[in-house]
């Protein structure tokens, strides 16, 4: 019913930059949070950064200062600028968000997009 598609990944030098996004579609009434989760090879998921509905963030202490989370709340958009990657941000980024449809409250995920960091 709602659909998650992640864009921007890629290959990288250490210390360069990417810009992730992800777009939802599909029976949605109100979108309340997005984020965007990573998971590395042999570890678990974990939250990287997350926008509420009102705009407030929270970031993984690994990337604050270094990645930014938005939102375009009129196209049901989240980026993730990622600035002065490292080699061990490399992992497969997902996009989640929390969702009103008609059935009540969800949570959807993307396919995930890879990111690799290279030294």
């Known amino acids: 019913q709602v659909q998650l598609v992640e864009s921007g990944g890629g290959l990288v030098q250490a210390g360069g930059s990417l810009r992730l996004s992800c777009v939802a579609s599909?029976?949605?009434?109100?979108?309340?949070?997005m984020a965007w989760y990573r998971q590395a090879p042999g570890k678990e998921r974990e939250l990287v950064a997350a926008?509420?509905?009102?705009?407030?963030?929270n970031y993984a202490d690994s990337v604050k200062g270094r990645f930014t989370i938005s939102r375009d709340k009129a196209k049901n958009m989240v980026y993730l600028q990622m600035n002065s990657l490292k080699p061990e941000d490399t992992a497969v980024y997902y996009c989640?968000?929390?969702?009103?449809?008609?059935?009540?409250?969800?949570?959807?995920w993307g396919q995930g997009t890879q990111v690799t960091v290279s030294s």
């Open positions: 599909g029976s949605i009434f109100v979108i309340n949070s």
């Open positions: 926008i509420s509905s009102d705009g407030s963030t």
């Open positions: 989640n968000a929390l969702v009103v449809i008609k059935t009540g409250l969800t949570t959807s």
